[in-house]
């Protein structure tokens, strides 16, 4: 599976959103009026007042920012095998964007490149894409898929991958890690936190940290999907 993808050419990513604002009492009249009408299906499904479901805030473009963009990508040196990762984290989301964008249009623009992420086609690529021109950016080539057929794109999802064409529902990518084997160091927070780890301590050293053993655990995932063995932690190496 998937042994016709050259792998050294796929950048693997993740992100890291949270709300645009400390707190639902923070918004204007206006911006509550909005959320109350967006989240009347979390509140209903989840039980809970409108300022508590603004903790869910982050999960839609319109409503939350970018703090953290991690990638990773899969190098040979001396004969080995390296996984490499590093972050965009920045509180100022453009500059982030700008520094991500600049790295897909000068240090990874081949046409036959290919980004992956774990439910990516449904989270990560749209949601960068939304807050990119939200903050007057164009988008770079290789998210720009206006126009473009499917296997034009150059995405991949490695949870559509374990679809294998059915149209369950969502499969976690601490699951998929769990099943093939993966090894996955335990994290001193998972996504339900990043929030308050954001507003509360600030901290964005924490969270990129977390967003890499992420995109760590996606290029795993992927290795496994082409039945090859996975990497040692020590052949994971941030830059």
Same mark, same amino acid.
């Given at each position: 599976?998937?042994?016709?993808?050259?792998?050294?050419?796929?950048?693997?990513?993740?992100?890291?959103?949270?709300?645009?604002?400390?707190?639902?009492?923070?918004?204007?009249?206006?911006?509550?009026? =909005?959320?109350?009408?967006?989240?009347?299906?979390?509140?209903?499904?989840?039980?809970?007042?409108?300022?508590?479901?603004?903790?869910?805030?982050?999960?839609?473009?319109?409503?939350?920012?970018?703090?953290?963009?991690?990638?990773?990508?899969?190098?040979?040196?001396?004969?080995?095998?390296?996984?490499?990762?590093?972050?965009?984290?920045?509180?100022?989301?453009?500059?982030? =964007?700008?520094?991500?964008?600049?790295?897909?249009?000068?240090?990874?623009?081949?046409?036959?490149?290919?980004?992956?992420?774990?439910?990516?086609?449904?989270?990560?690529?749209?949601?960068?894409?939304?807050?990119?021109?939200?903050?007057?950016?164009?988008?770079?080539?290789?998210?720009?898929?206006?126009?473009?057929?499917?296997?034009?794109?150059?995405?991949?999802?490695?949870?559509?991958?374990?679809?294998?064409?059915?149209?369950?529902?969502?499969?976690?990518?601490?699951?998929?890690?769990?099943?093939?084997?993966?090894?996955?160091?335990?994290?001193?927070?998972?996504?339900?936190?990043?929030?308050?780890?954001?507003?509360?301590?600030?901290?964005?050293?924490?969270?990129?940290?977390?967003?890499?053993?992420?995109?760590?655990?996606?290029?795993?995932?992927?290795?496994?999907?082409?039945?090859?063995?996975?990497?040692?932690?020590?052949?994971?190496?941030?830059?």
């Amino acid at each position: 599976m998937l042994n016709h993808i050259n792998v050294n050419e796929i950048l693997f990513l993740d992100i890291e959103t949270v709300p645009l604002s400390p707190s639902f009492e923070l918004l204007d009249e206006y911006d509550r009026e =909005l959320w109350s009408d967006k989240s009347r299906f979390i509140r209903e499904k989840n039980n809970v007042s409108v300022e508590e479901s603004y903790h869910q805030a982050g999960i839609y473009a319109e409503f939350g920012k970018i703090v953290c963009i991690s990638v990773g990508y899969f190098v040979v040196r001396m004969g080995e095998r390296l996984f490499r990762t590093t972050s965009f984290a920045n509180h100022n989301e453009a500059v982030l =964007l700008n520094e991500f964008s600049h790295l897909l249009e000068h240090r990874f623009n081949n046409p036959f490149r290919v980004l992956c992420a774990h439910n990516g086609k449904e989270f990560d690529f749209p949601y960068i894409c939304r807050r990119m021109l939200i903050n007057g950016l164009a988008l770079p080539q290789l998210l720009d898929i206006s126009g473009k057929k499917p296997w034009e794109t150059g995405h991949l999802d490695t949870m559509e991958l374990w679809k294998f064409g059915d149209y369950k529902h969502y499969t976690s990518l601490k699951l998929l890690a769990r099943i093939f084997g993966i090894p996955t160091p335990k994290d001193d927070i998972d996504g339900s936190m990043v929030r308050s780890v954001y507003y509360d301590e600030g901290n964005l050293d924490r969270i990129s940290v977390y967003c890499q053993k992420d995109v760590a655990t996606v290029a795993q995932l992927f290795l496994k999907y082409r039945n090859e063995k996975i990497l040692s932690q020590e052949s994971i190496v941030k830059v």
